[in-house]
């Protein structure tokens, strides 16, 4: 979204609220789900610019739903990811570096949002999604989901094949 800041910049108001969503199924925008992840709406955006004696400050919160997987058991996620955005908003020129993330540049009394947000939202997206904290996963043996059933496969550590003559050493050191 590009928002009209002008009147802050000019002094005649101190704040400008806005309030929109961003299409997630627009390819142009960069909204790319991790793999397995799948955004189910629209990217929910609502915050202000404020400004305090001529420092003005972007502040947002965007909410995005999503299904997935459970990285440890394989069921299936309905979730709600929450961003804070909080940015400092700077005219254009009044920067050495410009390129800087901390900031959020004005161009012509126009603010940008959506490029930075869109990255935050990603780079701060979890990767691994949980069913719950507590997830038991799956049995490595039989495959059975060990939130719901526990399994009677025999509790005895297996040794990796290739360290397996490591094993045999131990076990001979032992005995003597």
């Known amino acids: 979204m590009v928002l009209d800041i002008t009147s802050l910049i000019n ?11 961003i299409d997630t199924k627009d390819e142009s925008n960069n909204l790319i789900p991790p793999d397995d992840v799948s955004f189910t709406a629209p990217v929910r955006v609502k915050g202000s610019v404020t400004d305090n004696a001529g420092y003005m400050a ?9 299904t997935s997987r459970c990285a440890r058991c394989l069921e299936d996620i309905f979730g709600t990811f929450t961003l804070n955005f909080n940015r400092t908003v700077a005219t254009k020129g009044t920067l ?3 390129d800087n993330d901390e900031y959020v540049i004005v161009k012509n009394g126009f603010l940008d949002i959506d490029r930075e947000l869109v990255e935050d939202l990603l780079l701060e997206f979890p990767p691994k999604l949980l069913c719950k904290e507590e997830c038991k996963g799956l049995c490595s043996k039989c495959g059975k989901n060990l939130n719901f059933e526990a399994c009677d496969c025999p509790k005895k550590k297996e040794i990796d094949p290739r360290l397996a003559i490591l094993q045999k050493l131990l076990e001979n050191d032992e005995t003597l």
């Open 11 to 21: 002094g005649k108001s101190s704040r400008v609220d806005f309030e929109y969503l």
């Open 58 to 66: 972007l502040s947002l919160t965007a909410e995005i739903d999503y």
């Open 96 to 98: 050495q570096d410009e």
